[in-house]
């Protein structure tokens, strides 16, 4: 699979400045907002992460990267007491690793997460096929997904 073409602007750019604000970055979602963001921006960079602790109060992730231990790539957020906003607690944005970047169709980035992002396009054009759905995701974001993805994104929205 062919990385992202750094030379070309994608819709996924925006990606990268959701964890720039660092520490105090809120999100209003919440815990399922947080983690959509965090599986959008690590997609877009290229690179696994697991959840060390992920539940509906505090989240903590640190890179994937069974081979090189001592990366010190992570991210902490809890749930804001007062509002319930996700806020982050404390990051680490130096990924180090470079043994562990993800080939496009087996990242996180999911058919709920595409669909999301491609939905409003598929409900004004319910005639959109699989392939359809695979190449505006090549041409709009810079990711090849799989058939069965498109295909599950275009039976949702015709549902």
Known sequence: MCPIDSRKSYLSDKWLDIMVD???KEFIGGAAEFRMELIKYTSRLGFKFKYVRNDSRYIHAVCNDANNLDCPWFIKAKRHIVN????VSKIN?????VGNLVVQKKSRLGAVIIAKLLLQSVRA???LSPKDIIHEMKESYGFDIAYWKALRIVEAARN
Do not use: A, D, K, R
């Open 93 to 97: 944005l130096n990924h180090e690793c």
């Open 125 to 127: 054009n319910p005639t």
């Open 84 to 87: 319930s906003h996700f806020v």
């Open 22 to 24: 660092g520490i105090g």
